[in-house]
């Protein structure tokens, strides 16, 4: 495993991204996740899914210390009335005292970010998280939760060969602040792409593991692939024993023009 540190802490590059994972299915793969050994586990308040999160590790019998947990805030409750108490329900499902990391899901439509970073501050003063960070900032919002004062340790966007976070991650690498990937295999819709199998087929491993390899070897970039099936699960941390050439991860850089994305804020979930 390669370890990428955030904030003091040295966290899994490889975590186990959890939405859609629901009910006993949840419960069931994720502590066969930690069986396997990952360690690093991302979940959010919009998934619904942290009391399953919260059980999981505690049928894995993997000490909470050793597993990096992180969670996500929705734009509704970023609001002085619900910030906290819904943290505080978060960790109620997710059996816990803290998550180790606490992350604004997205920034908020409406109210101004100077209004509810203080809030994630206090989340970290108060220990209900031991970090904090963001999710789907731009540079100028990321200057401006900097600016109020937040010692953020990553920001989570969507990241893998077909969108073109160039810019956003080359400013991240001059402000220390590692980038989280999140649908690092683009949902699973882009694993067919002619150009990737080729690729695949020199190394002889599938076009999942060569994305998470890139990632591995591009600087300071995490990733949480999600998995239903424990074969993949197994595949997608089954990285480092190999790795791709120079050559190739400039190639793979280069398919990045063609940008697709595969989220968006217009998922149905409810903003306010
Ligand atoms: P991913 O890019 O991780 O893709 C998941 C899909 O890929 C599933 O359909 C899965 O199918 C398939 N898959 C996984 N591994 C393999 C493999 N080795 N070979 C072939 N197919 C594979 O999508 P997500 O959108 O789930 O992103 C990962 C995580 O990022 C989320 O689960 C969530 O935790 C986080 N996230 C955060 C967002 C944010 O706004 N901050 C937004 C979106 C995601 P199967 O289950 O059948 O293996």
Not at 56 to 63: D, P, Q, R, T
Request: no cysteine.
């Amino acid at each position: 495993m390669k370890f990428i540190n955030l904030g003091n802490h040295p966290v899994p590059a490889i975590g186990l991204g959890t939405y859609k994972l629901t009910g006993r299915e949840a419960v069931n793969i994720i502590s066969h996740a930690l069986a396997i050994g990952y360690r690093h586990i991302d979940t959010a308040q919009l998934y619904e899914n942290e009391k399953e999160v919260g059980q999981a590790i505690i049928n894995s019998n993997v000490a909470r210390e050793d597993i990096y947990l992180v969670t996500k805030i929705w734009p509704s409750n970023l609001h002085k009335d619900r910030f906290i108490p819904s943290v505080q329900e978060s960790l109620r499902k997710l059996k816990t005292d803290y998550v180790d990391l606490l992350l604004i899901h997205w920034p908020h439509h409406y109210t101004p970010l100077e209004d509810y970073i203080p809030m994630l501050i206090q989340v970290k003063e108060s220990g209900l998280a031991k970090d904090i960070g963001v999710s789907n900032f731009n540079i100028t919002q990321l200057k401006k939760t900097i600016d109020a004062g937040a010692q953020i340790v990553t920001n989570q966007v969507e990241f893998h060969p077909w969108i073109n976070q160039a810019r956003l991650h080359h400013w991240m690498s001059q402000h220390n602040l590692p980038l989280t990937a999140y649908s690092p295999l683009g949902q699973g819709k882009l694993l067919n792409a002619k150009n990737l199998e080729n690729l695949a087929a020199i190394y002889a491993r599938t076009p999942a593991q060569i994305i998470l390899r890139w990632m591995m070897q591009l600087p300071e970039i995490l990733a949480i692939p999600r998995s239903s099936n424990r074969n993949r699960l197994a595949e997608n941390l089954n990285i480092f024993d190999f790795s791709i050439s120079e050559a190739h991860v400039q190639l793979i850089n280069s398919w990045q023009l063609e940008n697709h994305r595969m989220v968006g804020a217009q998922n149905g979930a409810k903003w306010d």
